[in-house]
C-alpha cells in the first residue's frame, strides 16, 4: 500500500511562491501517478496538478497552467512530487492534498478514483 507523506504550504503574499512535496513509498511495479488536489470549505475538491511516475508526464488544471509545476525527483524506494507554485493568487487559498493511483490518464482529475491521501497543507494567500 502506497504511502503519502506531504510538507510545505504555509502563508504567503499574492504573487509570491510556495513549494509543496509529496512523498510516495511502498508502491509497486513502478505504476504510479501523483495528483495535487485543492480544497475550500463549502466547494469540491478540485484536481491541480498531475504526474506519472513512469513516462514523467504532467497536466495541469486550466485555472494553474503557467503558474504551477510539478515535478518528481527518483529514489531507491521512494519518488517525491513537488509543487512549484509561483504568482500565487488570492483563490488559490485552499487545503491542498496529493493523492496516488496506479495511472494517471484521462480521468487523472477525478477525485473518486484515487484511494491514497496525504495529509493536506494549507496555503493561505493573502493580499
Known amino acids: 500500500q502506497v504511502q503519502l507523506v506531504e510538507s510545505g504550504g504555509g502563508s504567503v503574499q499574492a504573487g509570491g511562491s510556495l513549494r509543496l512535496s509529496c512523498t510516495a513509498s511502498?508502491?509497486?511495479?513502478?505504476?504510479?501517478?501523483v495528483a495535487w488536489f485543492r480544497e475550500v470549505p463549502g466547494k469540491e475538491r478540485e484536481a491541480v496538478a498531475g504526474?506519472?511516475?513512469?513516462?514523467?508526464?504532467?497536466?495541469?488544471a486550466d485555472s494553474v497552467k503557467g503558474r504551477f509545476t510539478v515535478s518528481q525527483v527518483k529514489s531507491e524506494r521512494t519518488v517525491t512530487v513537488y509543487l512549484q507554485m509561483d504568482r500565487l493568487k488570492l483563490e488559490d487559498t485552499a487545503m491542498y492534498y496529493c493523492?496516488?493511483?496506479?495511472?494517471?490518464?484521462?480521468?487523472?482529475?477525478?477525485?473518486?478514483?484515487?484511494?491514497?491521501w496525504g495529509q493536506g497543507t494549507q496555503v493561505t494567500v493573502s493580499s
Open positions: 493523492a496516488a493511483r496506479a495511472t494517471c490518464g484521462a480521468s487523472w482529475g477525478r477525485r473518486l478514483f484515487y484511494k491514497k
Open positions: 511502498e508502491f509497486t511495479y513502478s505504476r504510479l501517478c
Open positions: 504526474i506519472d511516475y513512469a513516462d514523467n508526464v504532467t497536466t495541469y
